[in-house]
């Protein structure tokens, strides 16, 4: 835990601590009678104590992207002076902290939009609306608002998207190559983390499956990837394991050291990898097509945000969701990007023009735009995870086979089932 001085924090704003009516979060401003002879001190910002979470990269020292983007919200106006604490909660974590003891829980967090209805169930976000609610709606497109918005009500602010794409090496592969798997698997060697739940839905979503019905709201339509579509995608993964200039990038082991090394050629990713690669040779792109049962299908992403969110236990919201929201803005994406060296994304639709040079910046984009599906996030998703790992690790390690592949479908998509029905 660290925490910012609180003289620290007056000096940014500029403001002397004998000026302000203190306030805490939740407390009430005190302040001292004038002397009679005196004329009363102008009032001045509220000081208010905030919680902040988010993960270690963001706050390691006063130069890292939290402190300095707080420092910037209270010298931007004079309303507030937060004082903030930092707390380290990696935004993939911020649901099960948070549903631990949401009282205590940050005021003010970073978390993944899939989070968003779990959230909501634990009552450990708020709504947010007014300026800051106009503000997601202005700046985003409608992908990334519809990333944050659940039963028509808005629950963060978007300050990058979160989906996965390909780094491939331009030496290996051309730009045309890069559209097709089959032609990519002919001239090198390609890693794919077959065995991660978050990937493996590419294929199932190619052949037509579904999950949670075609936009991943209706809870009652379960996950449907059993059948004549399931089969073929799965019968897709039994000739991907085949393949030898296919591996299964199990636990990012071989993919990104391999694209280093240059005995892989591509690998599927996000932006947070992009500071570990050091080939010289770098392309990305989104995904590519493949060839499945017969026909040319599109290989679909989960996409989604990571945003701001307010803990609806914060005795000055006020505070807390103007924060959020200039955490959220189009300058502090810009300023995120550049001190996390290009690896946070920023999503705010008036950056693209400046950012059309980044190649990982149009590779997330395009994936989002063209070769993506917005992961559910209704509570019921927590049930997926688990049962699509376990198929992928049964074709990794041929417990799938060409001879039993229907009737291990259908025994997925019947765990799928209990396990949604056991919620």
């Known amino acids: 835990m660290k925490k910012i001085s609180r003289r620290d924090f007056l000096k940014v704003a500029g403001v002397g601590a004998a000026a302000l009516g203190l306030t805490a979060c939740g407390g009430s401003s005190s302040s001292t009678a004038a ?15 905030l ?46 902290k948070i549903t631990t003891d949401v009282a205590a ?34 700046d985003n497109s409608e992908a990334m608002l519809a990333s944050v ?57 190619a052949a037509g499956c579904q999950i949670f019905g075609a936009d991943g709201t209706d809870a009652a339509a379960g996950i449907q990837w059993g059948g004549d579509a399931g089969v073929m995608a799965a019968t897709y993964l039994l000739d ?21 090394d240059g005995t892989v050629g591509a690998f599927f990713s996000g932006s947070w990898d992009f500071g570990n690669i050091t080939c010289k040779t770098l392309g990305a792109a989104q995904l590519p097509t493949v060839q499945m049962g017969g026909e ?31 955490l959220g803005n189009a300058e502090m994406q810009q300023l995120h990007y550049e001190l996390r060296s290009g690896s946070v994304i920023p999503c705010a639709t008036s950056l693209q023009s400046s950012l059309a040079d980044d190649v990982v910046f149009n590779a997330q984009n395009n994936c989002i735009a063209n070769t993506a599906m917005i992961q559910p ?10 049962v699509a790992e376990t198929f992928g690790k049964a074709v990794a390690n041929a417990e799938v086979t060409k001879a039993n592949v ?17 919620i």
Request: hydrophobic letters at 45%; proline letters at 6%; a negative charge.
């Open 377 to 386: 996030f209704i509570p019921e998703m927590s049930q997926y995870w688990g």
């Open 35 to 49: 002397p009679a002879s005196s004329a009363a001190a102008p009032a001045g910002p509220a000081e208010v104590a």
């Open 296 to 326: 040319t299908k599109q290989l679909m992403a989960f996409y989604g945000s990571k945003a701001i969110g307010v803990n609806p236990h914060c005795k000055n919201a006020g505070a807390a969701v103007a924060l959020a929201g200039w």
């Open 240 to 260: 991907l394991m085949a393949n030898p200039n296919f591996v299964n990038d199990d636990g990012n082991k071989y993919g990104l050291p391999g694209l280093n």
């Open 105 to 138: 829980a940050g005021d003010v967090y970073m978390f993944a939009n899939d989070q968003i209805g779990g959230l909501v169930q634990a009552e450990g976000i708020a709504k947010l609306g007014g300026a800051v609610a106009d503000q997601v709606k202005a």
């Open 149 to 205: 918005t659940y039963k028509d009500a808005i629950y963060g602010v978007p300050f990058t998207g979160n989906t996965w794409f390909m780094y491939y090496n331009t030496d290996v592969f051309s730009a045309d190559d890069v559209k097709s798997l089959e032609t990519m698997l002919s001239k090198g060697k390609v890693a794919f983390p077959l065995t991660n739940s978050w990937y493996i839905q590419a294929f199932f979503y």
């Open 406 to 422: 229907a009737e291990k479908v259908e025994a997925m998509n019947k765990s799928f089932a209990d396990a949604i029905a056991g």
């Open 51 to 96: 919680k902040i979470w988010g993960p270690s990269e963001d706050q390691a020292d006063a130069n890292c992207w939290l402190p300095v983007a707080v420092e910037k919200f209270n010298a931007s106006q004079d309303k507030y002076v937060i004082v903030p604490t930092f707390e380290v909660c990696p935004e993939g974590d911020a649901l099960t």
